[in-house]
């Protein structure tokens, strides 16, 4: 089944020590999405590729970067993880484009604990 | 800007209630409208869509009827499980990019 996949599904991680979550997709399509989810909210939007273009959103830390080294995979790294950013971290795709019909499909996430 | 409103939670019913979670939008242009829903622990999964005025989106028994005049798009299930038991998002996304717009979600909690 084509699919999202998150790993690893739960992380721990130390103050201040790098961190990679990665997450990859067999549905092929252009768009790739991180979010962070935090307990009984909605999932706010880190950023998203559309294909190989970077796009950040206003309010996301400088403390998170992410990359797309090809259409199947993206990562979001967190430089300098502090106690705040302990989260779920969920990864979507979408076929993109400028019709905006088109839903995203979610992976099952990441839960980050920082310790 | 666009937003979505949706009732806040937690949302408690009996099994075999019905349901109804209500959720209205504020858009320009044609919106396309979802209803996810977040078991504990996972990921959204997508329930069902409308892309369109007077559409309506099913799955597994739930049901939502695009309505633009009263720029709504209401969630509906005839009788509730427990396996219900979720968080459920009202969404949209427009055409002028490739963001979608969440509710901040409600509880659902279906005793048995």
């Known amino acids: 089944d084509a699919m999202v996949i998150q790993n690893p599904r739960y992380q721990v991680t130390q103050f201040g020590k790098p961190v990679t979550l990665s997450c990859s997709q067999t549905l092929n399509h252009n768009v790739m999405y991180w979010y962070q989810q935090k307990s009984s909210q909605a999932p706010k939007l880190l950023f998203h590729y559309y294909d190989k273009d970077f796009n950040n959103e206003a309010d996301t830390p400088d403390n998170f970067q992410s990359r797309r080294p090809n259409t199947s995979f993206c990562f979001l790294d967190i430089r300098s993880p502090g106690l705040g950013d302990a989260a779920m971290y969920l990864c979507?795709?979408?076929?993109?484009?400028?019709?905006?019909?088109?839903?995203?499909?979610f992976g099952p996430g990441t839960r980050l604990t920082v310790t | 800007g666009d937003s979505v409103t949706q009732m806040e939670g937690p949302v408690t019913l009996s099994e075999e209630a019905f349901l109804t979670i209500n959720c209205t939008y504020t858009a320009t242009g044609y919106p396309s409208l979802f209803w996810y829903v977040q078991y504990p622990g996972e990921g959204l999964q997508l329930l069902l869509k409308a892309t369109k005025a007077d559409d309506k989106g099913s799955n597994k028994g739930f049901e939502a009827t695009y309505r633009k005049e009263t720029t709504s798009f209401h969630l509906e299930k005839g009788s509730v499980q427990v396996s219900d038991s979720a968080v459920y998002f009202c969404?949209?996304?427009?055409?002028?990019?490739?963001?979608?717009?969440f509710g901040k979600g409600t509880r659902l909690h279906i005793l048995p």
């Open positions: 979507a795709t979408s076929r993109g484009g400028t019709s905006g019909t088109y839903e995203q499909y």
């Open positions: 969404a949209l996304s427009t055409e002028r990019d490739d963001k979608i717009i």
